[in-house]
């Protein structure tokens, strides 16, 4: 089930492992796995969502480091059981922004802190993080777009500007409840951040000059290359 909160549901975190093998999924969980081997952090990457686009993404949304509630749910998702997941849903779809479009990570990709108290993340955190954001980003051949959210994801500019230089990089504030209880104008500005995305990703489109590009981009992350897309920013 696809709404806000749905994966406090024990059967629902269970249909998304085993979606885990989809074709589309199957790269990026792959790339988690060897991830969590190379990093020492097993129990603290979670996986990505596979009701997200995956490899087809053209959209790769990226906020600080996972949370209490991704590490829990096992996935970096729009429907964990927290207000930051739920307002991130509901902003979404009320921008007219398809999920098939978009995929979720974090820069630093593994959880900070200890127990139940998370840390701020560091510059040391996105210096050891950059490696593995090539290597996903290697696997995201259809990626038009790149949003910052957040001042502290907003921090990996310089390494999105080098790596991703024929992506459009979007910054909107934080979702969370903290950051928008209050401030609705902050509200106003995420939505307007993800409409520009929409539009952005519809003139990709259009002046896409292969119409299977989406199909060839899967094809390529499956053989672990890139395909230069046909937009620079």
């Not at 429907?79 to 921008?95: G, H, I, M, R, Y």
């Not at 050891?128 to 907003?154: C, M, T, W, Y």
């Not at 500005?189 to 119409?211: D, F, G, M, W």
């Amino acid at each position: 089930m696809d709404a806000p909160k749905s994966l406090a549901d024990t059967s629902a975190r269970k249909a998304r492992r085993a979606a885990l093998s989809q074709p589309h999924i199957a790269p990026l969980a792959a790339f988690v796995r060897r991830l969590r081997q190379a990093a020492g952090h097993a129990e603290d990457v979670p996986d990505f969502d596979p009701l997200d686009g995956g490899v087809l993404a053209e959209c790769l949304f990226l906020l600080e480091t996972p949370g209490g509630r991704a590490v829990g749910s096992g996935f970096v998702s729009r429907n964990n059981p927290d207000e930051t997941a739920k307002n991130l849903f509901l902003l979404n779809q009320e921008a007219g922004l398809s999920r098939a479009r978009t995929i979720i990570w974090n820069v630093v990709p593994w959880y900070v802190g200890s127990g139940e108290k998370i840390r701020a993340v560091t510059d040391a955190d996105i210096r050891a993080s950059s490696p593995h954001l090539k290597e996903l980003l290697g696997l995201l051949p259809a990626l038009r777009a790149v949003v910052l959210i957040g001042l502290k994801a907003q921090r990996a500019r310089p390494v999105f500007e080098r790596l991703a230089p024929h992506c459009t990089l979007f910054a909107c504030p934080h979702p969370s409840p903290l950051s928008l209880n209050g401030r609705a104008e902050r509200r106003s500005e995420i939505l307007r951040c993800l409409k520009a995305v929409a539009a952005r990703l519809s003139v990709a489109a259009n002046n896409t000059a292969q119409p299977d590009a989406r199909d060839e981009a899967a094809r390529a992350a499956g053989r672990g290359r890139s395909v230069s897309g046909t937009d620079q920013r």
